[in-house]
């Protein structure tokens, strides 16, 4: 079975530059989590797909960042204009259902602003 | 809002030996679940081990083991037998609050293996 996917791994950008990321959840998995990590810190949520519906944003920038997830299915979280503070590694996850079961975590994209 | 503490940003352990990663959280919740992840240089994040907080029984897996003194919110990760590949930053997890079905994590605990 596939494991959750991202692209691209790397991306250096310069600031007030626009970006996307992209993800593909595991078969099956109907909840989908964008997550932000900084340098040496845990992740931190910045938003939760259930299905095709953005269910829970309240920590998404919206001034900056946007998301989607067409279908159901694969998702594209976007930053527009990008900032210095905004470099980190972005990770998806994805999960059958529910928080008592496991969340799989694709490789994530480490972005750098320069 | 829930909070996870991870007090150790570092450990070292011999090969062979035992470690023991300690971790703190705060929740209102009544049941919920508990996670140690690992995050190797690759950045891929692995679900080590799963606590059920209504389960008095500590969860293991292999030679992973938890002890979970839920009145104290303490929930501790053990490596038995340490290998090379269990290098990696470990995270302790616990769910956000109520109805938000997404994880907290602490700031992760850089483990070294020496040979």
């Known amino acids: 079975e596939a494991g959750v996917v991202q692209s691209p791994r790397y991306k250096i950008i310069e600031k007030k530059q626009p970006v996307a990321f992209w993800c593909n959840p595991i078969?099956?998995?109907?909840?989908l989590y964008w997550y932000r990590q900084n340098l040496g810190q845990g992740p931190e949520l910045l938003i939760r797909?259930?299905?095709?519906?953005?269910?829970?944003d309240s920590q998404l920038p919206k001034d900056r960042f946007s998301a989607e997830r067409l279908k159901g299915v694969d998702s594209t979280l976007k930053i527009q204009p990008a900032e210095l503070g905004d470099s980190a590694v972005y990770l998806c996850?994805?999960?059958?259902?529910?928080?008592?079961?496991?969340?799989?975590f694709g490789p994530g994209t480490r972005l750098t602003v320069l | 809002a829930q909070t996870v503490t991870q007090s150790q940003p570092e450990m070292s352990v011999q090969e062979a030996e035992t470690v023991t990663l300690s971790c703190t959280y705060d929740?209102?919740?009544?049941?919920?679940?508990l996670f140690w992840y690992k995050q190797p240089p690759s950045r891929q994040m692995i679900l080590v081990i799963r606590?059920?907080?209504?389960?008095?029984q500590n969860a293991t897996e292999n030679r992973f083991s938890v002890n979970f003194q839920k009145a104290a919110k303490s929930f501790s990760l053990k490596i038995s037998d340490s290998q090379l590949g269990d290098a990696a930053m470990y995270f302790c997890?616990?769910?956000?609050?109520?109805?938000?079905?997404?994880?907290?994590f602490g700031s992760g605990t850089r483990l070294q293996v020496q040979p």
């Open positions: 996850a994805s999960s059958t259902d529910g928080t008592y079961n496991e969340q799989f």
């Open positions: 078969s099956g998995h109907n909840t």
């Open positions: 797909y259930e299905n095709e519906e953005a269910v829970d």
């Open positions: 929740t209102s919740e009544s049941d919920y679940y």
């Open positions: 606590q059920e907080a209504y389960k008095q």
């Open positions: 997890a616990c769910p956000m609050d109520t109805g938000r079905r997404a994880l907290t």
